[in-house]
């Protein structure tokens, strides 16, 4: 599906703009026209060689997701891959998304690799209030991107949120499901992370003066997302760290409570030793053992075993082993 805002002249809006117009409106130097494009036919993929002339490894870009973001410098375009992030807080789900985007003075045109809240928001946006479009393509292309940083942090404050959670978990040996909790959060985190870097670079660029097609007035923009960029980088990485500590924490009281229930078991052990012993002398049966007998030797065997016990676990008390 194709949807084409379009700006005649930078002041009248056309809303749909036909395909079939767009050679002939793009030759108007002042004309500038917006063009989102939610999974294209192959038809419509044709726009980008029949009409933009992009390179055929641009458009293969567009049809598969790529891991890392990256920006393209040509000569009549820059092209730029951008992730974004969904995240389900009720099932604790984050998908990574894609967004690709070619830009240059008189339009931009995005591919959503999903349909985008964001872009529709945004068009609604420009379709009501033209002067952001008539700003220049460059300052649409802000907006989404700062809408896109934006969304990053209530993920942020979620995962903290989360760890709070796991490490008073950890602390009070509640770890039941701590150990599948623990990993979800550090595999997303490491995703996330994954991603930031690269993204950062792009940011790095757009907030630069050398870059074509976005001028000087835009770069202040871009450094503020920049800046939001380098913000969310920085908190994940602090996460990553808190995240091992509350594991490498978790495997500490995974060994101590394996420890203490070792130790229970061998003083367990060790009080039956001698029991053991006792009740196996007895239990030979030999004919002439002189204790066989006796009339009270069974309490007798029974006093003594007692009275072991009760001497081991004074001796196990007086060196702090129960």
């Known amino acids: ?52 002339n992009f390179h055929p490894l641009e458009i293969d870009d567009c049809k598969k997701r790529l891991d890392l973001p990256k920006i393209d410098e040509f000569e009549d375009h820059i092209f730029i891959v951008f992730h974004r992030f969904s995240y389900d807080f009720q099932r604790h789900i984050m998908k990574l998304k894609e967004f690709d985007i070619f830009l240059n003075n008189h339009y931009i045109i995005t591919f959503p690799n999903e349909p985008s809240e964001t872009i529709r928001d945004m068009m609604q946006r420009t379709t009501k209030d033209p002067s952001l479009f008539a700003r220049g393509t460059e ?77 000087e007035k835009a770069n202040i923009y871009f450094r503020d997302v920049y800046d ?19 594991f490498e924490a978790y495997l500490s009281s995974v060994s101590n409570k394996l420890n203490e229930i070792m130790k229970t078991l061998t003083i367990i052990a060790t009080i039956f030793i001698p029991l053991t012993f006792i009740v196996g002398i007895y ?20 006093a003594v075993m007692i009275i072991a016990i009760t001497v081991m676990l004074i001796y196990f008390k007086r060196k702090g082993w129960v």
């Open 1 to 52: 599906m194709i949807k084409i805002l379009a700006l005649e002249n930078g002041k009248k809006l056309i809303k749909d703009l036909p395909v079939s117009r767009l050679k002939s409106f793009l030759r108007e130097n002042k004309n500038k026209v917006w063009i989102n494009m939610e999974n294209p036919t192959d038809q419509e993929y044709k726009i980008l060689t029949e009409i933009f």
């Open 139 to 215: 300052f649409i292309l802000h907006s989404i991107m700062d809408r896109v940083v934006d969304d990053y942090f209530p993920i942020l404050d979620h995962w903290d949120e989360e760890m709070e959670k796991l490490e008073n978990d950890v602390v009070t040996g509640n770890i039941k499901r701590t150990m599948k909790d623990m990993l979800k959060i550090k595999r997303d985190i490491r995703k996330f992370k994954k991603s930031m870097g690269p993204q950062r670079d792009v940011m790095n660029k757009l907030s630069h003066r050398d870059l074509p097609f976005v001028s």
């Open 228 to 246: 939001h960029v380098l913000r969310s980088y920085s908190i994940v990485e602090d996460q990553r760290d808190m995240i091992t500590t509350i």
């Open 283 to 302: 239990g030979m049966n030999f004919r002439y053992m002189p204790e066989l007998d006796w009339q009270f030797g069974y309490y007798m065997v029974w």
